[in-house]
């Protein structure tokens, strides 16, 4: 294979199974506005392969530069348009909050909302959350980790796709601090089954009786329909342990 092939092979994108799907990056002229205006304040560009979503694998990320500080770190993965995120958010404002978020229409959406609200401690990646995990942040690096309703991906022949996995809880593993804590809300119960066995017999977490501090907390509009379908939210809190 001559020289130049062989870097075409070697830059093709490998398709694999993640935990979401990409919606329309259609935006709502208001919502333009705001990405334009407030992309480089509050979002980090990071080295790409070939998708708009995909890290590269020689990417890193200078947090302290990035945040102005050195502080308490927590992530959120897929806060969507933040409805919950920036007020827990402005409620911690001794805290960095990273966030990956896949669908750009909601980090515009976010943007605005951050800035009406005066929050100015988070950062928002636009990218698979897995891979940002594992090439931007280091070892031991993350004091706590959000994980609020991802997707169930309720069919058996989709449960690949689940984002909570062995495989997963091990780069969690890998990023948490000794003593950080895993937060992690779903409605539904079989996935709250699946996370439990996951998670329950794995000896680097310990669950805990999770006594969220909400006390900014909003209830998303997803949330908002999950109870008023009357499924039960189950919260559930591990922490990294030796």
């Known amino acids: 294979m001559s020289g ?16 979401f799907v990409r919606r329309s990056n259609r935006m709502r002229s208001n919502h333009r506005r705001a990405w334009e205006i407030y992309r480089d304040r509050f979002v980090l560009d990071v080295p790409r392969l070939q998708t708009s979503t995909s890290v ?13 500080r050195n502080a308490e770190l927590i992530v959120e993965i897929g806060p969507g348009a933040g409805e919950s995120l920036i007020p827990m958010a402005a409620a911690r ?7 990956f978020e896949v669908y750009r229409p909601a980090i515009a959406r976010m ?18 959350a897995v891979a940002g995990l594992e090439r931007l942040l280091p070892a031991q690096s ?16 989709h449960h690949k796709r689940r984002l909570l996995s062995p495989g997963f809880a091990d780069l969690v593993a890998s990023r948490l601090r000794l003593g950080g804590v895993w937060r992690i809300a779903t409605d539904c119960a079989d996935y709250a089954a699946w996370i439990r066995d996951v998670l329950d017999h794995d000896s680097r977490f310990a669950a805990e009786q999770n006594r969220l501090d909400w006390e900014a907390r909003q209830i998303t509009q997803f949330e908002r329909r999950a ?16």
């Open 4 to 19: 130049l092939a062989a870097e075409t092979e070697n830059a093709r994108v490998r398709r694999e199974v993640v935990s």
């Open 56 to 68: 590269h694998p020689e990417a890193s990320l200078d947090l302290v530069a990035a945040f102005g």
């Open 93 to 99: 404002p001794e805290a960095n909050m990273l966030v």
């Open 111 to 128: 943007l605005g909302g951050l800035v009406r609200a005066g929050v100015e401690n988070v950062r928002i990646v636009e990218a698979d």
């Open 142 to 157: 993350v004091d706590a980790l959000w994980v609020f309703f991802p997707d169930p991906w309720p069919k058996p022949r």
């Open 227 to 242: 109870l008023d379908a009357g499924r039960q939210i189950v919260d559930l809190l591990y922490r990294r342990v030796d």
